[in-house]
């Protein structure tokens, strides 16, 4: 059986969801009826997605991967039925960076080293919590300006690169970074790229990650609460100065950190 999804406008906090942004890098945000018995099961593209409780209706958060395809999408029920709704085209501009030549040609040792990281931070980026969320907002991680930078088309030395899946702060070295919401710590480490980094769950596969950090104030495994310190700004791995790269996911997928701030 098929349907058409319902993609709605709602405020959850002080967070306005609408249908503008079910667009690659985006979220669709649906919602499937009345909250009955347990919470359902909701796949997207063969992976699970968060289904929060929202005021007693069931609502899912669609992570839209950048590469995806504009047109028809659609979202697979535990009973085999579909949902689907239209993602939209939405233009990113590009980005030209000069850095180290040793973070663009990589060396055997380096790209073996990346090649190792790359495995603990997807594992963590793709880690699944089964527990209740009611709402998806989040607070600021560190006070400061906040670019537009998500999707950015990057070259790093005239050399073309993956699209910037975060939003970078500008922040004073060693300002201090919280915890947008309460969550678990699945990943720390100081990796090539990222240099400093955490990684914390808020469950359902909703990820959020916190880079280039001039020190890390947790451990692996940790509870934190929303405001509570997880580190200090910094300009480790892959950076052009002092910042925070601030970055959100769903399902997988990276998600634009602005459609999830409340301030």
């Excluded at 405001?227 to 100065?241: C, F, L, P």
Aim: hydrophobic letters at 40%; glycine letters at 12%.
């Amino acid at each position: 059986m098929r349907f058409v999804a319902t993609v709605f406008f709602l405020c959850l906090g002080s967070v306005a969801y609408s249908q503008e942004s079910t667009w690659p890098g985006g979220i669709a945000f649906i919602e499937l009826g009345a909250v009955e018995g347990t919470a359902p099961v909701v796949e997207y593209n063969g992976k699970r997605v968060l289904v929060m409780n929202d005021n007693g209706r069931w609502r899912v958060a669609v992570g839209v991967p950048l590469d995806t395809t504009v047109g028809e999408a659609s979202i697979m029920l535990a009973d085999g039925s579909r949902l689907t709704f239209d993602v939209q085209e939405h233009a990113y501009p590009e980005q030209r960076l000069e850095v180290s030549k040793s973070y663009v040609s990589l060396s055997e040792e380096n790209l073996q080293r990346v090649g190792q990281e790359r495995k603990i931070i997807d594992a963590a980026l793709t880690n699944w919590r089964d527990v209740p969320i009611e709402g998806v907002s989040l607070s600021a991680p560190v006070e400061g300006p906040r670019s537009s930078s998500f999707g950015l088309r990057r070259f790093f030395n005239d050399q073309p690169r993956s699209p910037h899946k975060g939003m970078d702060i500008a922040a004073p070295q060693g300002e201090s970074i919280v915890a947008p919401r309460h969550g678990v710590v699945t990943a720390t480490g100081d990796y090539y790229f990222n240099g400093n980094t955490v990684i914390i769950d808020h469950g359902q596969g909703y990820v959020t990650m916190y880079c280039h950090l001039s020190e890390i104030s947790v451990a692996e495994g940790q509870h934190v609460a929303a405001g509570e310190s997880i580190g200090a700004v910094g300009a480790t791995g892959r950076v052009t100065g002092a910042h925070l790269h601030f970055g959100t996911y769903m399902n997988g997928t990276a998600v634009d950190p602005a459609l999830l701030l409340t301030e």
